[in-house]
């Protein structure tokens, strides 16, 4: 149901646009985030705005570099990179669930729709 893309390989300080598509459910009614798995490491929070589109979080280690962002009319979340840094390094995920409040945006275990992963690697 959620399929994303735009993953690949890019040198330190560059950027990458993430998409994510939804296909069997209205992305404008779901909370959407982004959340990465770094080898060896667990899966950690990186970005999400809420169903009204009102509202963003991000992780502290990627504010001022990362915006995510939607296209309810093409179903399609993002997630705009830039100034990546090999710590960056990672499998992105989207997610999405339906509805929730901003306490919970950003607890991303249970949400309830998940991509396959797109792969990111920086090099230094």
């Known amino acids: 149901q959620l399929q994303a893309s735009g993953g690949g390989l890019v040198q330190a300080g560059g950027s990458l646009r993430l998409s994510c598509v939804a296909s069997?459910?209205?992305?404008?009614?779901?909370?959407m985030a982004w959340i990465r798995q770094a080898p060896g490491k667990e899966r950690e929070f990186v970005a999400a705005?809420?169903?009204?589109?009102?509202?963003?979080y991000y992780a502290d280690s990627v504010k001022g570099r990362f915006t995510i962002s939607r296209d309810n009319a093409k179903n399609t979340g993002y997630l705009q990179m830039h100034s990546l840094k090999p710590e960056d390094t990672a499998v992105y995920f989207c997610?999405?669930?339906?509805?929730?409040?901003?306490?919970?945006?950003?607890?991303?275990?249970?949400?309830?729709?998940w991509g396959q992963g797109t792969l990111v690697t920086v090099s230094s």
């Open positions: 705005v809420k169903w009204d589109g009102g509202s963003t």
């Open positions: 997610a999405a669930d339906y509805g929730r409040i901003s306490s919970t945006v950003t607890r991303f275990s249970d949400y309830a729709h």
């Open positions: 069997g459910l209205a992305l404008r009614r779901y909370t």
